[in-house]
């Protein structure tokens, strides 16, 4: 069995809502709050009929949409004895179910928002550990209907029967203009960054380039990250009060200028992590501020994942076992090099040199092999389609495997016995898994990313490695990744690291990159992104592979690292990049090849 500490949201329906008092009190609460905030035109004269607005909007010519609340109820810590759960309720503008003045879908901006990402919040942790500096955290109340609802289209919508005033009745298909960006509304988190970024620009806080909701106010020395309602306001310690009282201003549900934040906190949980500040005794007797990140009930909650649907597909429980890494031990009959060797007992040649046996012609069985044919012929019929001879359409393929579109994938064209049982299960819980690994688990990238690839072509040897990973997490769950600072701003700089592996995978035989950025310095060795990706092409030697790898990581993390830290250490700081390929250093410092 496993014991894994997490919160289950449970959905509610109607019928228990119904019956449940402390449900229908969680919903009405929710409703109480956004009519506090006006989310929703109250004005007892500013209500019409459906068919009266869409008539107006037809006769001048203009564009309206119609929609609809909904309301949610979810049951939180569902999985706790009675006296610990907690229903939440939650009202949502129906996004899907649009409609213009012709009751046709409605067209939106699509404008789309930009987040602070996981390497802001380490920037943040990183700033806020330097000497005399701290890190705070403040989560927003109900962060998007604090922003005006901006649409170039009026917005209208119809409540529910039972939030009906009493001045309603008798009408038919009553709305009421929508004044705020709710939850939903498919431009909801467009407004509400720019209404955020608005307000901090306004208080002295500038964007910092190519870092989407990321502010620096050099006046107070002091970096901001905004992650949709949470947010991380690191610099001196002394100027952390009035950094918040700015952001807040004097803002609240009747109006004001500002933002309505909880009252700000140390920092702790922040995006499903659990952050731990400290302090250690280096080796040579300095001090440092340390932030080690916690995901160890999330990686449980992996494990049980898995698990869970493990049994669910095969019927019988996955054993954990003890392991030291998260791949599989190679061997001579997986590799490039040694691939295909010989079953034991079957008809072959055995080399001395290598001490391996390998199969006479037509005893070879491997599935690598067969996925590689079957990669080439997929290529080569996309090729007679994209480009078929004398222009010709419709080109039919002989002797060679038909083609087959990305969207249906390999695994139809795995022989059976080759085949995972795992597949449908693979992208729920590899997705999970990634999600720790990008924000606290480097060490699980490249397991994980690699396997990412096989979602579409899961073989029995996938099964293997996932199974393995699962086992590395439960072995490894309590490991903690930890960076700290123990040196001024003007000792530290960016360093980044890439690698890659020559012919890694085994069915493409592309290479596989990797990335790793820490702020580093006499004392200080601080973590901030880490990244795993296959090269798109094939390479020709280990050099042309690490000069790839290192061009991607330059690209996406480097630079991008560089800009950031020349706004918060200094203008001139320097960018070192760390190479251990000496073909390929030769190359970057002489321009030839």
């Not at 403040?138 to 962060?143: H, I, L, S």
């Not at 380039?209 to 992650?227: A, G, H, I, Q």
Request: net charge negative; proline share 7%; with cysteine.
């Amino acid at each position: 069995q496993w014991l894994v500490n997490a919160c289950v949201a449970r959905p509610v329906g109607k019928a228990e809502i119904a019956l449940e008092p402390k449900a229908r009190e969680a919903l009405q609460k929710e409703w109480d709050r956004l009519k506090v905030k006006k989310v929703w035109d109250l004005d007892p004269d500013g209500v019409f009929e459906w068919r009266d607005v869409a008539a107006k909007a037809r006769r001048e010519g203009r564009e309206v949409h119609f929609g609809m609340l909904h309301e949610l109820c979810f049951e939180k810590g569902s999985e706790l004895p009675p006296e610990l759960r907690k229903y939440k309720g939650r009202v949502v503008f129906l996004g899907n179910q649009v409609k213009n003045q012709n009751w046709e879908a409605a067209m939106f901006q699509d404008l789309g928002s930009s987040p602070a990402s996981m390497e802001a919040g380490k920037a943040c942790d990183i700033f806020g550990s330097l000497p005399g500096h701290n890190v705070q955290q403040a989560d927003a109340e109900q962060a998007y209907v604090q922003a005006p609802l901006l649409s170039p289209c009026e917005t209208w919508i119809t409540l529910p029967r039972s939030q009906w005033p009493a001045h309603w009745e008798g009408m038919d298909k009553p709305v009421v203009r929508l004044h705020k960006a709710l939850y939903g509304h498919p431009d909801s988190g467009t407004y509400w960054e720019d209404h955020c970024e608005s307000h901090c620009r306004s208080i002295g806080f500038e964007p910092v380039e190519n870092w989407p909701s990321c502010y620096y106010m050099k006046r107070l020395d002091l970096f901001l990250t905004v992650y949709v309602d949470d947010f991380k306001l690191a610099g001196p310690e002394n100027n952390l009060t009035e950094g918040w009282r700015l952001i807040r201003g004097d803002a609240n549900n009747d109006g004001g200028t500002g933002l309505i934040l909880d009252d700000p906190t140390p920092l702790g949980q922040y995006l499903g992590c659990n952050h731990v500040q400290g302090t250690v005794t280096l080796p040579n007797g300095n001090t440092a501020k340390t932030v080690s990140y916690d995901m160890e009930e999330f990686l449980s909650s992996c494990v049980a994942r898995y698990v869970d649907l493990a049994t669910e597909i095969t019927g019988v429980a996955p054993k954990m076992r003890v392991v030291g890494t998260p791949f599989i031990e190679d061997s001579p009959d997986g590799s490039p090099a040694g691939s295909p060797c010989a079953p034991a007992g079957t008809p072959s040649v055995f080399c001395p040199w290598c001490n391996n046996n390998f199969p006479i012609s037509g005893n070879q069985r491997d599935h690598i092999a067969t996925l590689r044919k079957v990669e080439r012929d997929r290529v080569k019929a996309q090729k007679l389609v994209d480009n078929p001879p004398g222009g010709a359409t419709g080109v039919a393929l002989a002797d060679s495997q038909p083609y087959v579109p990305d969207a249906v994938g390999w695994n139809e064209l795995i022989p059976s016995e080759d085949r995972g049982v795992l597949q449908p299960l693979a992208a729920k819980v590899l997705m999970k898994i990634l999600y720790a690994a990008r924000m606290a688990r480097f060490d699980l990238l490249r397991a994980v990313c690699d396997l990412a690839c096989f979602v579409t072509k899961w073989s029995a040897e996938c099964d293997r490695r996932l199974h393995r990973l699962v086992c590395y997490i439960a072995t490894t769950k309590h490991h903690r990744q930890v960076g700290w600072i123990g040196d001024r701003a003007e000792d530290l700089a960016p360093h980044l690291f890439a690698d890659a592996d020559f012919a890694g995978c085994k069915v493409t035989q592309r290479s596989t990159g990797g990335g790793h950025l820490a702020i580093m310095g006499p004392n200080s060795c601080f973590p901030q992104a880490g990244k795993s990706a296959k090269h798109g092409a094939t390479s020709s030697s280990t050099p042309e592979s690490e000069l790839y790898s290192g061009h991607i990581m330059m690209k996406a993390i480097g630079m991008p690292a560089k800009d950031l830290w020349a706004v918060l250490l200094r203008e001139d700081v320097p960018l070192y990049f760390h190479e251990d390929n000496q073909a390929m250093i030769q190359v970057v410092k002489t321009g030839r090849n």
